[in-house]
T-cell receptor, first 111, second 115 residues
């Protein structure tokens, strides 16, 4: 498969808790991005981390990247019911502009 | 600018028929991508264009699929002799490319159902 892997496949937490999801990819990358998708809709870009960066923050989001392990994690702090969605990582292969998406983590935040 | 636009939103067709989808990207975006997504899976890369040039096409894409981007503006994706396995959401995305502009902006997709 050309897709990366994400885990967990599904995650259910209470509002206010933190959610962590992980992503593994297969090739050398220029950057890695995280996207959110609400049911039946297109994907929305959340955050981008470059291959020479190890950690990045944006609001309640924190992304880490470990290129030696070809893995990334997304942390959503103080989750809200509105964060309920599927989350996908997308790796951009070095030397191309081809974005390879992971299999996704379905997050459910209970109010 | 209202974002990436895809038409139609839904398409129901009979097996063996041809279908064509249209994508209108952000006007200044030079890169355009097509993805296919089935329920519970991530988007699967199909092809991408830089301006009017189709630079890469997935090996998973059969000869029944063809995409064009005349004059580097809108794009069409055609599926000939549709099969039930073609049922999926077809997503279009565009990007300006370079630096902080490397993020993809997605349309809402075209949901194809092949009966």
């Amino acid at each position: 498969s050309q897709q990366g892997e994400e885990d967990p496949q599904a995650l259910s937490i209470q509002e206010g808790e933190n959610a962590t999801m992980n992503c593994s990819y297969k090739t050398s990358i220029n950057n890695l991005q995280w996207y959110r998708q609400n049911s039946g809709r297109g994907l929305v870009h959340l955050i981008l981390i470059r291959s020479n960066e190890r950690e990045k923050h944006s609001g309640r989001l924190r992304v880490t990247l470990d290129t030696s392990k070809k893995s990334s994690s997304l942390l959503i702090t103080a989750s809200r019911a509105a964060d309920t969605a599927s989350y996908f990582c997308a790796s951009v292969t070095s030397g191309t502009y081809k974005y390879i998406f992971g299999t996704g983590t379905r997050l459910k935040v209970l109010a | 600018d209202t974002g990436v636009s895809q038409n139609p939103r839904h398409k129901i067709t009979k097996r063996g028929q041809n279908v064509t989808f249209r994508c209108d990207p952000i006007s200044e975006h030079n890169r355009l991508y097509w993805y296919r997504q089935t329920l519970g899976q991530g988007p699967e890369f199909l092809t991408y264009f830089q301006n009017e040039a189709q630079l890469e096409k997935s090996r998973l894409l059969s000869d029944r699929f063809s995409a064009e981007r005349p004059k580097g503006s809108f794009s069409t994706l055609e599926i000939q002799r549709t099969e039930q396995g073609d049922s999926a959401m077809y997503l279009c995305a565009s990007s300006l490319g370079g630096g902080t502009n490397e993020k993809l902006l997605f349309g809402s997709g075209t949901q194809l159902s092949v009966l």
